[in-house]
């Protein structure tokens, strides 16, 4: 779908747990640039081939890649890419650079350590869950971007925002002319994981307000259809954010509890208990104790002064 005069989208149907993630195209003199790579592995590097033809598109025609953040879905092909292109710049946020370089870092921005501290005898490892689903590979960033940079991608000049919450060097893309929004995965069709090393809530809802400031029309997500009401929806991903920190509170008020005592305030299925569960409850505990709202002792949470 050609959204603008040279910018295209490329847009990945909702299938599976984990969905290579869709593209923005643009052209310029030099050939095309790409927002995100999408997925590894072979099925999901066929199905980013056939939407570039779709579009009669030249994936050989990519000079550079511009990556959100180091998630397998997001980028996960770039080792294809890498070696079809012959040249190809890729670029990166300074924040999620080592994460691209070294993957295993993500055990940490996922807090992967969480699911052991608060369910013995469990273990949760994200690359292992990649490599079922959706393959990552590593690269070496030829690109450093910082938030306040601006770039040039053909006819249009994007600003660099740092988004953090759902992953430490997350950007999203702002084209104040056409005002278009490029957001990755903080919106789109549902609120993302946020984890305490990446942002947590407080990352979350501040990435929000930056979104708040800009004159949007129209909001380009990694996943999901394109989005024209664009304020009423992040407000209301912002909203779910406060929901939850609001149930999590009427949970505490009464006896103090404990961390897994406290899931079910968050999450109904408990299958979604360790993860993303774990990683978004410790997430809201930091900034409730942060605000000085809740207090720990003891292995156990309760609000402050009761």
């Given at each position: ?23 923005v ?32 598109l ?21 080792g294809?890419f890498?070696?079809?292109i ?16 070294d ?13 052991a ?25 030829d ?13 249009y ?7 953090p ?33 990446s ?17 949007v ?5 990694s996943?999901?259809d394109?989005i ?11 909203g ?5 920190e ?7 008020d ?7 005592d406290l ?10 208990f ?7 409850l ?14 720990e ?5 309760r609000?402050?002064?009761s």
């Amino acid at each position: 779908m050609e959204l603008r005069k040279g910018i295209y989208f490329l847009q990945v149907e909702k299938k599976g747990i984990v969905d290579s993630s869709s593209l923005v195209v643009i052209r310029d003199e030099q050939g095309l640039i790409c927002l995100e790579v999408g997925g590894g592995g072979e099925e999901n590097i066929n199905q980013t081939l056939a939407l570039f033809e779709q579009e009669g598109l030249d994936v050989s025609e990519v000079h550079t890649a511009i990556i959100s953040h180091t998630h397998a879905d997001h980028m996960g092909a770039i080792g294809y890419f890498r070696d079809r292109i012959p040249g190809l710049t890729v670029v990166d946020h300074e924040v999620d650079a080592p994460y691209m370089k070294d993957n295993t870092l993500l055990l940490r921005a996922f807090d992967c350590d969480l699911v052991a501290e608060h369910f013995p005898g469990e273990r949760f490892d994200i690359l292992e869950f990649y490599a079922a689903l959706c393959p990552i590979s590593e690269t070496q960033p030829d690109r450093i971007v910082l938030e306040g940079d601006t770039l040039t991608c053909g006819a249009y000049t994007f600003d660099v925002i740092h988004t953090p919450g759902h992953h430490p060097g997350h950007i999203s893309l702002y084209e104040p002319k056409e005002k278009i929004l490029f957001v990755g995965d903080m919106v789109g069709m549902e609120v993302p994981f946020y984890t305490p090393s990446s942002g947590g809530a407080e990352g979350y809802l501040a990435s929000m307000e930056k979104y708040l400031a800009l004159d949007v029309e129209l909001i380009i997500p990694s996943h999901g259809d394109l989005i024209e009401n664009t304020r009423e929806v992040i407000e209301d991903a912002a909203g779910k954010v406060r929901r939850r920190e609001e149930r999590l509170l009427k949970g505490l008020d009464g006896p103090p509890k404990t961390f897994t005592d406290l899931l079910p305030d968050l999450f109904r299925s408990p299958a979604q208990f360790m993860f993303p569960g774990a990683a978004v409850l410790a997430s809201h505990l930091k900034k409730l104790k942060n605000d000085g709202v809740v207090q720990e002792e003891d292995g156990k949470y309760r609000l402050s002064g009761s």
